[in-house]
C-alpha cells in the first residue's frame, strides 16, 4: 500500500486530493508542512515512512509573483529542487504540479510536453526552475503541467465570477485569452490513478478537455449558476495587469492519456458537476 505525502493539502488541488482519498486504498497524510524547510520535510517523510510526494504546494500568485521574485522561487523552484533530492535519496515517488505559465502563449496549437518552454512572468519562470530541477535529480515521479484550475475550495475564477455576477448588472471578462479550465477534482482524481504505474520521471499535460476564452468561461458559469447578469468582452489591455498572461496556452494531452489509459472530462461537463456540489 502507497503511503502519500500530499503538500499544500490545503489549496484548491490539495483539498480535492483530500476529499477524493477516500476512494482510494492508500495511506495518506495531509500535514501543514512548509516546503521551504527541506529539514522539516525529509524528517516527516523518514519517521512516516512516505513513498509517494504529490507536491501541490506552489506560489501561485502570478501579480504577487512580479514583485515578490525571492519568494516565487524559493516555493516554486528551490523548494521543488529540495522535494526532488529527497526522493531520490530516499527512493520515493514524487509528483509535481506545474503550469501552462511556462509557455509564452504565442503558439497557434496546444503544447506538447516536447514544445520549447519560454515563461514571460516571474511565475512562470519559476515553475520552470523547479521543473528543469527536477528533471536534472531524476527521482521516480512525474511533472503534470496543467492550466486555470478551479474548485469549490479556494479562491479561484469560478467563485470570482459567481460572487460578482450575483452583486453587479455587467462583468467585463477579456475575449482574447484561450486556454482549458481544469476541474482540480479531475486533476486530483488522475494523479491517484497514475501513482502505481508512475515510473523515469516525465512531464505530462493535463486539463479538462477543449479550449475556450476567459469571456467564454465566464458566460458559462453566470449560464449555469442561473445568474442574471450581462458578461462582456474586452481586451487584455483593457484589464491592464503587472504580469503578462499568455494568450494562448492550451495543453495536449494525448501524451497522459496514451500512457495511462485515461478518459478525460469536457470542461462544460465538469463545470456542471462542480457547480452541482455547491
Not at 56 to 74: H, I, K, L, P, Q
Not at 142 to 167: C, D, H, M, P, Q
Request: glycine fraction near 8%; charged fraction near 30%; charge should be neutral.
Amino acid at each position: 500500500m502507497f503511503r502519500i505525502l500530499v503538500t499544500g493539502s490545503n489549496g484548491q488541488l490539495g483539498s480535492e486530493i483530500r476529499e477524493t482519498s477516500t476512494e482510494y486504498k492508500y495511506d495518506f497524510f495531509f500535514p501543514e508542512l512548509d516546503i521551504t524547510k527541506s529539514d522539516e520535510v525529509e524528517k516527516f517523510i523518514s519517521e512516516n515512512r512516505i513513498g509517494v510526494i504529490v507536491n501541490c504546494g506552489a506560489y501561485t500568485n502570478v501579480d504577487g509573483a512580479e514583485e515578490n521574485r525571492e519568494d516565487a522561487f524559493s516555493v516554486n523552484g528551490k523548494a521543488v529542487w529540495e522535494l526532488a533530492r529527497i526522493s531520490k535519496e530516499k527512493d520515493v515517488k514524487l509528483i509535481h504540479v506545474s503550469t501552462d505559465y511556462i509557455f509564452d502563449g504565442k503558439g497557434f496549437k496546444p503544447y506538447s510536453e516536447t514544445d520549447s518552454p519560454n515563461p514571460i512572468g516571474v511565475y512562470g519562470k519559476s515553475k520552470l526552475f523547479g521543473e528543469n530541477k527536477m528533471l536534472e535529480i531524476a527521482p521516480k515521479g512525474a511533472i503534470i503541467r496543467t492550466s486555470w484550475v478551479y474548485s469549490s475550495f479556494g479562491k479561484n475564477f469560478v467563485k470570482t465570477i459567481l460572487k460578482y455576477g450575483a452583486e453587479r448588472d455587467e462583468l467585463k471578462v477579456v475575449f482574447d485569452q484561450i486556454g482549458t479550465p481544469t476541474y482540480a477534482r479531475d486533476l486530483a482524481k488522475t494523479i491517484l490513478d497514475i501513482v502505481p504505474e508512475v515510473g523515469e520521471t516525465e512531464i505530462f499535460h493535463y486539463s479538462n478537455e477543449g479550449a475556450i476564452s476567459w469571456f467564454d468561461f465566464a458566460k458559462e458559469i453566470v449560464k449555469m449558476g442561473k445568474i442574471d447578469t450581462k458578461i462582456s468582452p474586452i481586451e487584455s489591455f483593457e484589464f491592464p495587469t503587472k504580469a503578462e498572461r499568455p494568450f494562448y496556452s492550451v495543453l495536449n494531452k494525448r501524451k497522459i492519456k496514451e500512457k495511462f489509459g485515461i478518459s478525460i472530462p469536457y470542461w462544460k461537463d465538469s463545470l456542471k458537476e462542480m457547480l452541482n456540489k455547491r
